[in-house]
């Protein structure tokens, strides 16, 4: 299976009750966000500190089958202009392989901006910077898994 087209084709994919986790794929660390099971909020899970790749795909999959995870909103860094880099590439190989482990639907999010208003909320919240480094990947995965599910409707 290849990525799906979009959120709703997502949506459409999944079982009924399940849930969709958000992915925001750094080089050091996974940011992850779980929506509700209606698919209507995205909510800040966890961040893992990448290791290897098995140990990672591992922590997916008990987070799968602990909240009943019917696919993934991954977020897919695009440079500003719109094209497609090696951090893309990285992304989609990263997506291929999860997909072949774990067997679940998959769509890419454009994560742009992400990062930096989940930053800037944290700055005008008065967050200390080590405060902000322990949450802003698993923000900013709900705020990747929002806009795909305002997205979906």
């Not at 742009?112 to 989940?118: D, G, N, P, Y």
């Not at 405060?131 to 979906?152: E, N, P």
Request: proline share 4%.
């Amino acid at each position: 299976m290849s990525a799906l087209d979009g959120p709703a084709a997502l949506k459409a994919q999944v079982a009924r009750r399940a849930r969709l986790l958000g992915v925001d794929m750094g080089t050091k660390t996974l940011g992850l966000a779980l929506s509700d099971p209606s698919l209507t909020v995205a909510t800040p899970l966890e961040t893992i500190r990448r290791t290897k790749f098995t140990q990672d795909v591992e922590r997916l999959r008990a987070l799968v089958a602990e909240h009943g995870i019917g696919g993934l909103v991954i977020g897919l860094p695009v440079n500003m202009d719109g094209s497609e880099g090696p951090r893309c590439q990285s992304t989609r190989a990263f997506a291929r392989n999860v997909e072949a482990a774990l067997a679940l639907p998959y769509c890419f999010w454009d994560e742009r901006w992400s990062t930096q208003a989940v930053t800037r909320t944290l700055l005008e919240a008065d967050t200390s910077r080590k405060r902000r480094d322990a949450l802003v990947d698993k923000m900013a995965a709900a705020y990747i898994l929002q806009g795909a599910l305002d997205v979906a409707g």
